[in-house]
């Protein structure tokens, strides 16, 4: 109840406010507050233009670190490649890194003819591309340009081939060209280059070094090295041992068995050239007697490569050439030089003073292919291919040259064992 009487609430005296406010006057009123709000400026507690700047400097440098980085990989793998050529490594470096192109695309395939008539320059105007390859019953396969090569062996799980390059300004390579059409180097600028019989090893002169690696696909691993004189260079393997030249112009050779130790001081200054191995591992070799004269021995398979016997008479190339039928029992060899040369078989077994050979066929180049004991291919000097019969041979009938169809004059092609 109030004190004041006739007023119901506490509200003092005075005019009293009037509350009757038009519609207008309360718009204009909200209208003038919310342009006080805005014009106040508040500080916001995310700011997205500072979040997109930094996040576009984090991107920056994310993308320059990686692409350092993939500089770096990609010079350290080639660098890798390239020192393992020519360059000091340590012997028991990384494995050989594969270089080349890896992109078959741009390769053509190798492709495969039977013998036939030549074509005739109406049904074909493109020349052979790259190395020819000549198997011992004539087929020929055309191998992907990888340049001019020396030798050719099947890859050791098949599906393509081993190719050694001729000696170029810039060393020797080993290709690998698979039938698919990939096409890659193993090796480069390399010095003499030497394939196992069963295309699982190589071994290369690098620089003042002597190298073995195994092949497996496509890339060389678990290389080994060993220092060596400075003219000597790998001839062959013989087991698991590398047969060293000492000296191409001159006698001498040694084993060295990669992982035993360093090359051994060779005492055999005789040898001049290794024809190949007999089934018991003893070599078949040229040997100097007395100057201008040459005779054949079996040696021994040891490093000092001891003669066990020697038989001479018939005049012998010193070209190299030659090879030893896969019983034992037979050698063909080159004899003379110029036009009177020719390939000579020689009976092993009656090796001794008083050698006797038989005329085989026309001078021979590049590999021999035993296809039995008893019958051997190899090409002359004008590419054509030589099918040499012991029997026919031994009974007065020498083996004549066949013309290989497809192969153009001046091609040389590369004999193979088969494909």
Partial sequence: MSEFPGRHDNLPDGPRRSYQVRPDELEGAVRETLSHQVALARPLSVDPAGQAIRRANRIRRRRTAAGVALAAVTTVLLSAGMAQLGAETKPDGSPIVVIGDPDPTSRPLPTASIPGPAPSPETSTSPLVGETLISADGRRLVLPEVGPAESVQPLPSGGGWLVVGAQSTAGRSLWVVQNDGLVQVLLAGAGAIVLAPDSLQVAWRDGGDLLVAGVAGNQLIASVRTPVPAAAQPVRFVGDSVLVRLDPAGAGHTLWRPGAGPLPEALDRKSLNVYGRLPDGRLVAQVATKPGRTCLAV??????????????GPELSQDGVGGVSPDGRWLLVNSGVGEAGRSLLVDLQRLGPGTTAVAAGPLMTGAIVWSNAAHAT?????????????????????ASPTAVSGVSAGDQPILVNDF
């Fill in 299 to 312: 040696l021994a398979p040891t490093r000092q490569l001891d003669p066990v016997r020697t038989g001479c």
């Fill in 378 to 398: 190899y090409l002359d000097g004008t590419g054509e291919l030589v099918r040499v019969d012991v029997g026919q041979v031994r009974a007065g009938k020498p």
